[in-house]
Each structure stands twice: as structure tokens, then as C-alpha cells.
């Protein structure tokens, strides 16, 4: 990255344009006004250093904490680090994986993978330079039962577009509950001395008695979504599942929470997907931040419960239960919700893990107000909560019952 020898006059500028290229190709967000501010950064900031150049187009093309690792491993592989071949070495060798003792640096993001395929992201080639040994270290074939079972964090570009394909058909078969208000029926159980008295008013006089049945309809649904920074490789696929969701039926209220809580129901209420997170965007100020679940919840049970929580509501509570401010009020408010509602579901993504105990202040606080603990990692566990709605309610998992007996020992 020594600037000493004369370049190309714009050949800098067009290789971070098809670098900033391959970033997009690999899943970040990074449009033309990035790219501008990236090369006016650079020209300010020069090329004295290798360091020097990372940190400039780190702080423009760098929004998120999930973004810097397909960062780090971009510019490495773009702007030839010393160590390209090293790190290609360990890709074509045969590795045993160990539970547990995984390390993620080590190998290369599968977005990045696919990003710097041939044709993807390439800056064009000198006629002068080397024919360059190309290493296809992609997968090829990605089957739809794999998918199913695939966690989000571990997909592949490719594979999050047929994911979220698959999420925009998903359909929530809640069952209908009866409610106070009736319904002109033939053969309804009362009869209804309004209708009947008007038929009467008629010249053919009265007929027959008009009968009415209660009303039936599905209860409302709740959906509480945290998208603070340890959930943010999720967010973007609880989003797509809230929006197809509530265009596929009626009175499904959607929340998010970090810091504060918003209410993106009519945003996401919009038919054209990319519209509805457009304006939901724009609604929430803090995304990938930090978490105050027990300030959160207490403002919706405050602002919100008594609005939304009618009829037999069901609540969707999607977080990791991870608080920064250690918990504090959130077994109070969590037992609040509770009561509000006829069922509270949590879906938390750290229960993809075998091994996951509730160690942490938040899940604690909350294990014991909630009538079912469900995953919610891959496309096979929102399948899972679908079916489940549509049924008589159990645990989810089996755990739960043990560990709520065990935390309520705990607090007496």
C-alpha cells in the first residue's frame, strides 16, 4: 500500500468501486454515495499506510458490528494481504471440526466466498499482469431439505434470497376463538328480535324468526422483535417473517425494542416488501444497539397492552434475553405481559444450542412467565412455530418445565 510508484491515472477509484462491489455482492449495504465519500476519503486521508487505508474505507463501508468481519476478510482478500495464500492453503485442506472449539477467523465468510467468485466483484484486469491460479471455494449445490435446516447466520447471499422467498409464502393457521359479538346465522342458538321485527315489517308479514351465533374470528397476534446488536444477523429475517405475517391476515401488531420500543405495524402493512422495511427504518432509531428489555416491556405494557392485548391475544416475544441493564424490573413487567395475554411464546435464537442453560440475569427474570420456549434459527423452526399455533399449546421445549421449577425455587 506504498504510495511510491506513479498509478494509473483512476485506477485507485475503480478498483474501491468494484471493491465496494464485492461487498455488496457479499451482503452489505453500500451504495454510490458510498463509494463517493470512500474515494473523497481516501484522496484526503492518503496512502502512507496500509493500516491507514483499512481504517478510512472501514469507517465508510462499516455501518454494523455483524458487518466488520465480511469487512476485514474483503480487504484482505481484495487488496492482496501477505497472508492470501496462507489462508488459501487452509481452505483446500481437510479440517475436523470440534464442537465447541470453532473458531470463526479462521475461515472465510461463505458470502465472501461467493462474492469473489469469478465475475463478481472483479476489478479489471491489466493485460500486463500474471494469469492469476483461481480457487473456486464455493458450494455449488445448495439442497431445499439442507436449507430447511440451515441456520440464518451460516447462510450463504444465495441461500438468505431462497430463505426469504420461502418466508414471503408462510401462512399462520391460528384458530378462531368465539367472541362476545354474534352473527346472522340459519340455524343459529338465539334469536335475533331485531332482524326478526324488521322481516315482519314487511307486507308478506313475518315468515320465520331470524337467528343469530356468536362471531368467530382469529385472536390478535403480538409481535415483540428485539434488534439489538446481538441479534442483529437475525433481524433481518424476523422483519421478512413480521411482514408476510401481517399481509396474510388481520390484527397482527408488531413492535421492535433496543433501547425504546416502536410500533411498525402499519409500516409493515405495506403489500411491496422493500417498501414496508423502508419506511420501518425509518420509524426505529436503534438498531443493533443495546438492550433494555424491562424498560421496553414496561412501556409497552403501559402504552400498548390494554389496545392490543384483547380477545384471547397471542404474544410473540423473539429476543435472546440478553439485558444490559441486568434485568432489572423485567420478571415484574414479563409476569405483567403474562396476565395480559391468553398464551406468550418466546422464540430465542440461543436455543439452537444443545447445551443452553438459562446462566444470564434476563433469562431468568423471564423463564418463568412465558407458556412455551421455542428456537427460532432456521426456516425448519419457523415451520415448527406455525404448526404449533395452529394447534393445542405445549412447552416447545421440553427443558422448560425444569427450569421453571428450578428458578422458582430460586426466587422463594
Given amino acids: 500500500m506504498s504510495s511510491a510508484g506513479p498509478e494509473p491515472p483512476g485506477r485507485l477509484a475503480t478498483n474501491i468501486v468494484h471493491f465496494a462491489r464485492t461487498l455488496r455482492t457479499a451482503g452489505l449495504r453500500v451504495g454510490p454515495g458510498q463509494v463517493l465519500r470512500a474515494i473523497e476519503a481516501v484522496e484526503a486521508a492518503g496512502l502512507r499506510k496500509r493500516d491507514d487505508f483499512y481504517w478510512t474505507l472501514h469507517s465508510v463501508f462499516v455501518n454494523r458490528r455483524d458487518q466488520r ?51 463478481r466483484g472483479e476489478g479489471p484486469k491489466d493485460e500486463n499482469e500474471p494469469p492469476e491460479v483461481e480457487i473456486e471455494a464455493t458450494f455449488t ?112 401488531y ?19 416488501v422493500d417498501v414496508a422495511l423502508q419506511k420501518a427504518s425509518t420509524q426505529v432509531e436503534d438498531w443493533s444497539g443495546g438492550t433494555r428489555i424491562g424498560q421496553t416491556l414496561h412501556e409497552f405494557n403501559k402504552n400498548w397492552s390494554r389496545r392490543v392485548l384483547g380477545q384471547g391475544a397471542v404474544v410473540l416475544l423473539i429476543t435472546d434475553g440478553l439485558d444490559r441493564e441486568g434485568a432489572a424490573g423485567l420478571a415484574e413487567e414479563m409476569e405483567r405481559l403474562h396476565k395480559s395475554c391468553s ?36 426456516l425448519d423452526s419457523l415451520a415448527g412455530l406455525i404448526a404449533a399455533l395452529g394447534t393445542v399449546p405445549t412447552a416447545g421445549d421440553k427443558r422448560l418445565t425444569g427450569w421453571q421449577t428450578e428458578l422458582r425455587k430460586e426466587r422463594n
Avoid at 487488496?79 to 472465510?108: F, H, S, T
Fill in 141 to 252: 449445490v445448495s439442497d431445499r431439505e439442507v436449507l430447511q435446516h440451515r441456520d440464518f447466520e451460516q447462510m450463504s447471499q444465495a441461500e438468505i434470497d431462497e430463505a426469504l422467498r420461502a418466508i414471503a409464502r408462510l401462512r399462520l393457521p391460528v384458530p378462531e376463538r368465539r367472541t362476545r359479538r354474534y352473527q346472522a346465522a340459519r340455524r343459529g342458538p338465539r334469536v335475533d328480535f331485531r332482524a326478526s321485527l324488521r322481516r315482519a315489517l314487511r307486507p308478506e308479514g313475518l315468515t320465520e324468526l331470524r337467528k343469530r351465533e356468536p362471531r368467530r374470528r382469529p385472536p390478535p397476534l403480538v409481535i415483540l422483535c428485539d434488534i439489538s446488536g446481538s441479534m442483529a444477523r437475525y433481524t433481518r429475517m424476523f422483519l421478512h417473517f413480521m411482514h408476510a405475517i401481517t399481509n396474510d391476515r388481520d390484527r397482527v
Fill in 69 to 119: 468481519e465480511i469487512f476485514d476478510q474483503a480487504f484482505h482478500v481484495y487488496w492482496r494481504n501477505p497472508r492470501l495464500l496462507e489462508k488459501m492453503m487452509e481452505m483446500l485442506l481437510p479440517q475436523v471440526e470440534v464442537p465447541g472449539q470453532q473458531e470463526k477467523g479462521k475461515q472465510l465468510s461463505r458470502r465472501l466466498q461467493e462474492a469473489l467468485q469469478p465475475g
Fill in 254 to 272: 408488531c413492535f421492535t425494542f433496543g433501547t425504546r420500543l416502536s410500533n411498525v405495524s402499519r409500516a409493515l402493512r405495506n403489500k411491496d
Fill in 343 to 378: 398464551r406468550l411464546i418466546w422464540l430465542n435464537p440461543l436455543l439452537r444450542y444443545g447445551a443452553y442453560e438459562p446462566k444470564s440475569q434476563g433469562n431468568k427474570a423471564m423463564l418463568p412467565h412465558v407458556d412455551e420456549f421455542r428456537p427460532v434459527h432456521n
